[in-house]
């Protein structure tokens, strides 16, 4: 039975379709928009429609960004061979939180999953592949240690090997299933320091 107005109805469903937002809290969501004045209302859809429409990849590194090319790709300060290859824009946020690692990034906005039916061609690699034509010393696969995680990492390890360059997989201080953004930096860090040949 119908308890709201149809709008509200469907405010609710529009809601509760986002990740971790449960009948309950998508009728709080509802009816607290409800309340809020006009302007309040517009300036949170402008910023969603303006998200979704001005953000990009960047060129590179294929992360989110608002330009062409992302702030760690155009810097001069960093090292342009050393790539470190991570799941998702979050990993490479929790990375770049610790302020200790220098190289640039490559965002593969996935992770091989069979299971899913994900394949090699659903996520990055083809533009990481691409940028190995470059001059680079080394990638360093961060991706997480879950299942996909790590079948992604062989499977990136395999396509690195035949071009000569040096790549590396971080330590396994980071917790099976973990997800990078939500590991502290020491372990992060330590994950780095200890990397191993692959
Ligand atoms: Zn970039």
């Known amino acids: 039975m119908d308890y709201y107005s149809r709008q509200i109805t469907k405010l609710i469903e529009e809601l509760s379709a986002l990740p971790g937002v449960g009948r309950k809290s998508a009728q709080r969501l509802a009816f607290h928009i409800i309340s809020m004045p006009e302007e309040r209302v517009k300036a949170l859809t402008d910023a969603m429609t303006g998200a979704k429409q001005n953000i990009r ?29 991570v799941e998702n824009t979050r990993d490479l946020a929790a990375y770049e939180k610790t302020g200790k690692y220098n190289g640039v990034y490559h965002v593969l906005h996935g992770a091989i999953s069979p299971m899913l039916g994900i394949g ?64 502290d930096e020491v372990t992060l860090l330590r994950a780095l320091d200890g990397r191993t040949e692959l």
Do not use: F, W
Not at 62 to 84: F, G, V
């Open 57 to 85: 990849y960047c060129r590179e590194c294929q992360t989110l960004t608002d330009d062409e090319l992302c702030p760690i790709c155009k810097s001069a300060a960093r090292d342009h061979r050393q790539i470190m290859v």
């Open 120 to 183: 090699p061609g659903d996520i990055r690699l083809k533009e990481l592949v691409k940028r190995l034509e470059g001059d680079v010393d080394e990638v360093i696969i961060a991706t997480n240690s879950s299942l996909e995680g790590e079948t992604t990492a062989m499977y990136i390890a395999k396509l690195v090997k035949p071009t000569g360059i040096r790549v590396t997989r971080i330590a396994s201080g980071v917790p099976v299933g973990g997800d990078l953004e939500n590991i």
